[in-house]
């Protein structure tokens, strides 16, 4: 293989690599604003720097082309360096500082307009660089002249992160030393052993994907946080959303109870405390729970039931396997939606079937029941409730749920624990 071969391979396996890693920035939904803003801007100028490092290949050695490489050429010098102050903003913004009030950004910015000031010389003279008639590159003798401005800048980077090292988090601290640290490598070798551009840009590209990566390991970890955090918080306006009238219905239970039976009373008083208990419980847990758990207090939500509707709800358990944890507020609610939406006095008993068993998959509950369901054309209620279910379930824990209809008419909603 030529070195033409292997330049073109190489060039075209970051550009290929780095558009992909754009559009992973455009479309990645964990990421905030900011940081989408910068990495979208940063991965743009490295897919045009790649194109002119293609252009530049393909009129390279051409002496009728000498006019566009000298344009590609300056191209080239300018976009590798716009990414330099583009990271002191990003770094002092991530340390909660006012970039623009910053003296160390007008100081990067005074180097880069020194910098694009020698740039812009260079095209008038051979001190700096210059092309020859057969469209080749060379260094001047004044080279170092030009790329003093940015060694400059890539060292205030670098000594700002390492100063600033105590309001960074572990993982921005390692990704922005990855970024810095090889490209302030690669330019020293351009500069002064290899006269390569090339180098420069696949240094700049590689590194910053690798910073790209860490951060967006920590902005998904921040994501999934913030989810199991509204999770949480759905999982207490939930509670705290307790259908009115169950509650009423309960205490008045309790309260002729207490005239025609007061051992019931007592009882159905326990259930309901329990029931209370549970939920309240679940406000302040952040982390699974036992199945055992959850069944108590299903079981005390199903007991205060039966009390009101004695014959007309059934209730069966097949158990074998209740060793695992789930999100809290999984199962009761679902048996609640079951019993809210199944039951009606003009049709048969409304029965509700109850199951756990251990799969391949995981641990499965299937709750049955026999009622009417719902359909989309009923009101949303049902279907939000479920579906919060749902998210906790997959946030949380992975978990899967699935809702059907039952043969035979009602619904079957089956919880899939990894």
Request: proline share 5%; net charge neutral; hydrophobic share 50%.
């Amino acid at each position: 293989m030529t070195w033409e071969q292997i330049y073109f391979s190489v060039c075209g396996a970051v550009l290929v690599l780095t558009v992909l890693i754009f559009w992973v920035a455009v479309i990645m939904p964990g990421m905030n604003q900011w940081n989408k803003r910068f990495f979208v801007t940063l991965f743009a100028i490295f897919v045009l720097n790649m194109i002119a490092f293609f252009v530049d290949f393909v009129f390279y050695d051409d002496p009728s082309m000498t006019l566009a490489g000298i344009i590609v050429g300056y191209f080239e010098y300018l976009l590798i360096t716009i990414p330099m102050p583009m990271f002191t903003a990003y770094l002092l913004r991530t340390c909660g500082e006012d970039w623009r009030k910053s003296l160390l950004f007008r100081t990067v910015i005074i180097l880069w307009v020194i910098y694009f000031i020698l740039l812009a010389i260079a095209q008038f003279t051979t001190s700096l660089y210059y092309f020859t008639p057969d469209n080749q590159y060379f260094h001047g003798s004044w080279h170092l002249l030009l790329v003093a401005p940015i060694f400059a800048v890539m060292f205030l980077n670098t000594a700002s992160v390492i100063y600033k090292r105590k309001k960074l988090s572990r993982k921005y601290f390692v990704a922005f030393l990855m970024h810095l640290l090889p490209l302030q490598i690669a330019l020293f070798i351009s500069s002064q052993i290899v006269m390569s551009i090339l180098l420069v840009v696949l240094s700049m590209s590689i590194s910053t994907l690798a910073m790209f990566g860490i951060i967006l390991h920590d902005q998904i970890e921040s994501y999934v946080g913030q989810q199991r955090e509204i999770a949480h918080q759905r999982a207490s306006i939930m509670v705290l959303q307790m259908r009115p009238h169950f509650i009423y219905n309960a205490m008045m239970s309790i309260y002729y109870l207490c005239a025609r039976d007061s051992k019931k009373a007592q009882q159905v008083t326990l259930d309901f405390t329990t029931y209370l208990r549970k939920n309240f419980t679940a406000i302040a847990s952040e982390d699974t729970v036992p199945f055992s758990d959850e069944l108590e207090h299903t079981r005390a939500y199903l007991a205060v039931e039966q009390v009101q509707f004695e014959d007309s709800l059934c209730v069966e358990y097949d158990m074998p396997h209740k060793n695992f944890r789930l999100p809290p507020l999984t199962l009761q609610p679902i048996v609640e939606n079951a019993v809210k939406h199944g039951m009606d006095p003009e049709y048969a008993p409304l029965c509700i079937s109850i199951r756990t068993r251990e799969t391949n998959f995981g641990s499965e509950i299937v709750v049955e029941d026999n009622g009417h369901g719902f359909t989309p054309a009923d009101d949303r209620e049902p279907h939000i409730a479920l579906a919060n279910i749902k998210n906790r379930l997959e946030i949380m824990c992975g978990g899967k749920m699935t809702i059907k209809p039952r043969k035979g008419g009602g619904t079957v909603v089956s919880v899939i624990i990894p």
